[in-house]
């Protein structure tokens, strides 16, 4: 079992900043780390991820604007955080993070990015 528990939402202007972060524990076993969006009566959407090997990876629609990145010095929390610029008003949306472990992803309970026009 893992636990993942994200922060960092809250409510921005259009052009401003957000740092998401997410903490999953315990961190033996975890692969990739992805964060994911969802809007009212969708599914989620990836939008950035990162696997264990330090490789990232975005959606076309955040490229130049979102990063991704991780914190490895702690050894019992593995901690991602997804650093979102130039935000636009079509970014508002629950964003979750996912720790993939073994055949399994964890989920977070999500926190809401709301971007103001």
């Known amino acids: 079992q893992v636990r993942v528990v994200e922060s960092g939402g809250g409510l921005v202007q259009a052009g401003g900043s957000l740092r998401l972060s997410c903490a999953a524990s315990?961190?033996?076993?975890?692969?990739?780390i992805g964060w994911y969006r969802q809007f009212p009566g969708n599914d989620r959407e990836l939008v950035a991820s990162?696997?264990?090997?330090?490789?990232?990876?975005?959606?076309d629609f955040v490229k130049g604007r979102f990063t991704i990145s991780r914190d490895l010095a702690k050894d019992t929390v593995y901690t991602v955080y997804l650093q979102m610029n130039s935000l636009k008003p079509e970014d508002t949306a629950v964003y979750y993070c996912?720790?993939?472990?073994?055949?399994?992803?964890?989920w977070g309970q999500g926190t809401q990015v709301t971007v103001s026009s």
């Open positions: 996912a720790a993939e472990h073994g055949p399994f992803e964890y």
């Open positions: 990162i696997s264990s090997g330090g490789s990232s990876n975005y959606a």
């Open positions: 315990p961190t033996s076993g975890i692969k990739d």
